[in-house]
Structure formats: C-alpha cells, structure tokens
C-alpha cells in the first residue's frame, strides 16, 4: 500500500507541469484549477512560516495565507492569478537558488560545492577545490539563465511558449543540467569519488540543521 502511495505520488509529480501548462495553454482558468495550482506555493510558504513564527501569530498567518486564493476566485482573477502565481513562483525559487549558490563565491566564503565535497570526501586537492568553484558559479550561472529565458519568452513570444518552458521543461532542464554535470565531471575528473544525488542532499542537509559556532 504504502509502495502504490509512492507511485501515485511521483505520478501526480509528474503530471502536475503538463496540467498546469495545458490550464494555462487552453485558458481554461477556472477557481478550481488556480486553488489546485497555490496549493503546492501555500504548503511551502505555510509549513516555513509555522516552523518559524511563535505560535500565538498562527491564526494570523492562516488567514493571511488562505485570504490571497479566496480574493483570487471571487474576485474573478483567475486568469491573472494563474499565470502571476506560476511566472512569480519561477522567479523567486531560481532566483532564490542562485544567491543560494552564488552568494558563496564571494567574501571569502567556501563555494557550496565545495563545502558539500569537502564533507563528504574530506579535504580536497587543489585541483578539485577549483572545479568544484566553478561548478558552484556554473549552478549559480543556470538559475539566472532560467529567469532571463522566461522573462524573455513572456516578453516577446506567446504565453503557451513561457508556460512550456517554465512547467514542462523545468524539470528536464533540471535533470539535464545535474547529468551533464556528473558525466563532464566522470572524464575530466575519473579518479574523484563519487556519491548519488541523494546521498549529497542528506549529508549537506545534516550539516544544514547543525548547530553554527558562535563568534565570542
């Protein structure tokens, strides 16, 4: 039971870009479709904001966050709504993730591949340091390609090309970004150790929730 879950769950990961730009391609933009749509945004947004904010303020930020679809469903904005919230949502996470990268490559701090190679591989060769820098300012240089595409797509071609390019190929873009990366990486590179995407996530996740030295 619990292994059907996990299929219907990838299944609906899978098809939720498709479905969002079909809505959007055929402007069938209904109340229903533009809910189905913030979902996924409030959840995040939610689950953030609880984790983060005292406790007393969580009927606040509940009504703060469910007051944004309602005013979008009644006041019959769904069309706007639909395209503002998945354009906004593309922005802010690649924008959001290029500071995340590229912050680190500036003020002296340790460029995030490297922190995340060095953790796992212990002490890096020279060699490697600088690789791993330019991965970090490669990752850094994708997500801001990814926002001047769409942002270049919205302007100047129609909005069935944007919504093609910000849902359905999102993902594959993603994915073909980490594979090249991880091949590029096999024959430049052959005798560096290797580990699977999910075993970086976990060990840079632990290091994430571990508490930071305070400077006295």
């Not at 706007?80 to 949502?89: F, P, Q």
């Not at 993902?171 to 290797?194: N, S, T, W």
Request: with cysteine; charged share 10%; proline share 5%.
């Amino acid at each position: 039971m619990l292994r059907l879950g996990k299929i219907l769950l990838l299944a609906a990961f899978i098809a939720y870009p498709f479905w969002l730009h079909n809505t959007i391609a055929t402007s069938e933009s209904g109340g229903m479709q533009l809910l189905l749509v913030l979902l996924p945004l409030l959840a995040g947004i939610g689950w953030w904001a609880f984790r983060s904010v005292n406790i007393v303020w969580w009927p606040l930020l509940g009504l703060a966050i469910g007051a944004l679809p309602v005013y979008l469903v009644l006041g019959e904005h769904e069309r706007i709504g639909l395209i503002a919230v998945t354009g906004i949502s593309h922005a802010s996470f690649n924008l959001f993730m290029m500071w995340f990268f590229g912050h680190t490559l500036f003020g002296g701090r340790e460029p995030l591949i490297t922190r995340i190679a060095r953790l796992m591989h212990g002490e890096l060769c020279p060699e490697i340091a600088s690789y791993t820098r330019s991965v970090t300012a490669a990752w850094s240089a994708y997500f801001a390609l990814q926002v001047i595409v769409s942002a270049a797509l919205y302007s100047l071609a129609s909005i069935t090309a944007w919504s093609f390019f910000i849902n359905v190929l999102n993902l594959p873009l993603l994915a073909l970004m980490f594979i090249g990366e991880y091949l590029y990486r096999i024959v430049v590179h052959p005798a560096h150790p290797r580990a699977s995407i999910w075993r970086t996530i976990e060990v840079y996740a632990k290091d994430l929730a571990a508490p930071r030295k305070q400077n006295p």
